[in-house]
């Protein structure tokens, strides 16, 4: 249910009824808006009934229901499109932001290169795994903790924030630790245990689509993390599997529109794991930016032919910085600020 309160409520007014929600078994997540705030009241939908009575209250003008089956992440609870901030990095309401990196960190020379590479050419944030989820239990799974300690030198010498995935609850706060944004890859993203304990955690998130999500299944796993209190959540459509192998996923640029009209979180593309081919990343960044897009994650290694994981679909440091180009000159039509 959404609480509507009277523009003239008073900062006790608003704890009181914060008060009476959290007395009822629900949480309540306040959104301070420009002309007045709003109360998103979630939990166990059986007390959704007596929440109906705050209405009575005077420094209360409504209570709505949210129709959606995901709350928090749903353009009813908030109308106005979010903005995720991270260093100089924004993302959402006409901020378009690129995150660019290798898949997956190997060595301090090859992720500090690609680190001062890709910010060179304009990327305004990092990204490397160092926890991998592989197909394979005998491809490389990343350095780890080791490989935190590199993206952290990374982001001292070149001051660009990253991102990197976690796939284990337990490890939450190990990567939190050390990460400015916690990814959830595709895999994962029903994990809802994991879902749980990342949103807890407190820092921003990225949440990738999964292989086989709907956009309402997706959505509601959004809900996951933003429920358990986090504020700052970024989409990702990464491509899904249909029955087309000419490329590695199918790119569904059809969900960016979509999403964007059901919820008001910020959604960036991955065009490197939805295509899994270099040479078609370009054109769909730009067609990622056109489409209305708020930003991208690009895999970019320094020396693509020797990368242990995703080579062939990763960028060299000179295609990106052209890539970069192009997406300033588009960046005038669309509207986007990169
Ligand atoms: C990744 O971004 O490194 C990754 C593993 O992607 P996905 O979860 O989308 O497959
Ligand atoms: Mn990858």
């Known amino acids: 249910m959404i609480i509507v309160m009277n523009p003239k409520c008073s900062k006790s007014d608003l704890k009181s009824v914060i008060k009476k929600i959290e007395d009822l078994g629900l949480r309540a997540h306040t959104i301070v808006g420009v002309e007045r705030t709003v109360i998103g009241a979630v939990g166990d939908e059986r007390g959704k009934d007596m929440l109906q009575d705050l209405e009575m209250l005077p420094s209360v003008d409504k209570v709505l229901p949210i129709l959606k089956p995901y709350k928090l992440a749903s353009r009813e609870f908030k109308k106005e499109s979010s903005i995720v901030k991270i260093g100089q990095a924004k993302f959402g309401h006409g901020h378009f932001g690129i995150i660019a990196g290798p898949c997956s960190v190997e060595t301090e020379k090859q992720i500090i290169d690609t680190a001062m590479k890709v910010k060179k050419a304009g990327a305004k944030m990092l990204r490397g795994g160092a926890f991998k989820p592989r197909t394979s239990p005998y491809a490389f799974q990343g350095l780890?903790?080791?490989?935190?300690?590199?993206?952290?030198?990374?982001r001292q010498e070149t001051g660009l924030p990253f991102v990197t995935e976690v796939i284990n609850p337990e490890d939450v706060e190990l990567v939190?630790?050390?990460?400015?944004?916690?990814?959830?890859?595709?895999r994962n993203v029903q994990n809802f245990p994991?879902?749980?304990?990342?949103?807890?955690?407190?820092?921003?998130?990225?949440?990738?689509?999964?292989?086989?999500?709907?956009?309402?299944?997706?959505?509601?796993?959004?809900?996951?993390?933003?429920?358990?209190?986090?504020?700052?959540?970024?989409?990702?459509?990464?491509?899904?599997r249909t029955f087309e192998t000419s490329t590695r996923n199918t790119l569904d640029l059809s969900a960016i529109p979509v999403v964007q009209e059901l919820s008001h979180l910020p959604i960036v593309v991955d065009p490197s794991h939805a295509t899994g081919t270099r040479k078609f990343v370009a054109p769909m960044c730009l067609a990622a930016m056109a489409c209305g897009a708020d930003g991208l994650l690009i895999e970019v290694?320094?020396?693509?032919?020797?990368?242990?994981?995703?080579?062939?679909?990763?960028?060299?440091?000179?295609?990106?910085?052209?890539?970069?180009?192009?997406?300033?000159?588009?960046s005038k039509v669309s509207g986007k600020k990169l």
Not at 144 to 154: N, V
Not at 176 to 186: F, N, P, V
Not at 208 to 215: E, N, Y
Not at 307 to 326: I, N, V, Y
């Open 144 to 154: 780890e903790e080791k490989g935190l300690k590199l993206l952290a030198k990374a």
């Open 176 to 186: 939190g630790e050390y990460s400015d944004m916690l990814q959830i890859g595709a």
């Open 194 to 240: 994991l879902l749980r304990r990342v949103g807890k955690y407190g820092k921003p998130v990225l949440l990738k689509r999964g292989l086989a999500t709907t956009i309402q299944e997706y959505l509601m796993s959004a809900e996951y993390v933003l429920s358990e209190g986090c504020k700052d959540l970024i989409l990702c459509e990464r491509g899904i």
């Open 301 to 330: 290694h320094n020396d693509p032919q020797k990368a242990l994981c995703d080579g062939p679909q990763s960028l060299d440091p000179k295609d990106f910085g052209a890539l970069m180009k192009k997406l300033a000159q588009m």
